[in-house]
């Protein structure tokens, strides 16, 4: 924090607030350690085999539950952008929200396949990207985010970033399952957010998972504007003085 120090002494006091918060951004930008990363081509194999197809299971019934009720909770909802989709199960558990413009995003090119295959409808969209890099192209009134947390190396920044693309009063639904990397998971992204409710589902496998619907966190327009890709992060003076002189 020591460049923050030094520019509170020579920046007028209108802008010292924004110096803080992005000197804040810069600390957190910094990658987690021990994050495992699966390739695209994991993906793509384990969904060519079926490995995945377990989640249309009535195991998995109760989850998708309750993730449809939260989107279905939030009222006059039309549209949802699915972040980490797979082949678009979730999709059909929104079937009886029609009209609805659904975006899905996934890594696998052989998950988005099959769900393009499956949901030709132009109010249906399947993208095959890494949701970190995927910029949206308009606001939802929901952001679906279901287990993929714990696969970001910075969660926090992750629902920060994805913030700015929520209508107003949008809302976040996050399911984690109950293991230690997503508990950590969700302690470091936590505060991005404020819990509006939880449900923690147990099967009798013994698996279970905790479920939550989310609001943003009022957030420093500054800070959405470089995590959105709206201004470059690049340093910390170049984004004031991007601000400075617009």
Same mark, same amino acid.
């Given at each position: 924090?020591?460049?923050?120090?030094?520019?509170?002494?020579?920046?007028?006091?209108?802008?010292?607030?924004?110096?803080?918060?992005?000197?804040?951004?810069?600390?957190?930008?910094?990658?987690?350690?021990?994050?495992?990363?699966?390739?695209?081509?994991?993906?793509?194999?384990?969904?060519?085999?079926?490995?995945?197809?377990?989640?249309?299971?009535?195991?998995?019934?109760?989850?998708?539950?309750?993730?449809?009720?939260?989107?279905?909770?939030?009222?006059? &909802?039309? *549209?949802?952008?699915?972040?980490?989709?797979?082949?678009?199960?979730?999709?059909?558990?929104?079937?009886?929200?029609?009209?609805?413009?659904?975006?899905?995003?996934?890594?696998?090119?052989?998950?988005?396949?099959?769900?393009?295959?499956?949901?030709?409808?132009?109010?249906?969209?399947?993208?095959?990207?890494?949701?970190?890099?995927?910029?949206?192209?308009?606001?939802?009134?929901?952001?679906?985010?279901?287990?993929?947390?714990?696969?970001?190396?910075?969660?926090?920044?992750?629902?920060?970033?994805?913030?700015?693309?929520?209508?107003?009063?949008?809302?976040? &639904?996050?399911?984690?399952?109950?293991?230690?990397?997503?508990?950590?998971?969700?302690?470091?992204?936590?505060?991005? &957010?404020?819990?509006?409710?939880?449900?923690?589902?147990?099967?009798?496998?013994?698996?279970?998972?905790?479920?939550?619907?989310?609001?943003?966190?009022?957030?420093?327009?500054?800070?959405?504007?470089?995590?959105?890709?709206?201004? *470059?992060?690049? *340093?910390?003076?170049?984004?004031?003085?991007?601000?400075?002189?617009?």
């Amino acid at each position: 924090m020591h460049a923050f120090k030094a520019l509170q002494r020579i920046l007028p006091s209108r802008l010292r607030e924004s110096a803080r918060d992005l000197a804040e951004v810069a600390l957190r930008r910094r990658p987690a350690q021990g994050i495992n990363r699966v390739p695209q081509s994991v993906w793509d194999d384990e969904y060519a085999r079926g490995r995945w197809e377990y989640l249309d299971n009535i195991e998995e019934m109760a989850r998708y539950a309750v993730i449809a009720g939260y989107c279905r909770h939030h009222g006059n &909802v039309s *549209s949802v952008l699915d972040l980490g989709c797979g082949a678009g199960l979730l999709r059909r558990w929104l079937r009886p929200l029609e009209p609805i413009f659904y975006v899905g995003v996934d890594l696998s090119n052989v998950a988005i396949e099959a769900a393009r295959n499956e949901w030709t409808d132009e109010s249906s969209k399947f993208v095959a990207m890494d949701v970190e890099t995927f910029v949206p192209d308009r606001k939802f009134d929901v952001i679906v985010l279901n287990e993929v947390l714990y696969y970001f190396d910075d969660p926090d920044l992750v629902l920060t970033r994805f913030a700015a693309f929520l209508e107003e009063n949008g809302k976040l &639904v996050i399911s984690v399952w109950n293991s230690p990397d997503c508990r950590r998971a969700w302690g470091r992204s936590r505060g991005s &957010v404020h819990m509006l409710d939880e449900v923690q589902i147990r099967h009798q496998s013994g698996v279970s998972w905790d479920i939550r619907l989310c609001r943003p966190r009022a957030t420093s327009p500054l800070i959405v504007a470089c995590l959105s890709g709206a201004v *470059s992060m690049g *340093s910390v003076s170049d984004c004031l003085i991007t601000i400075a002189v617009g």
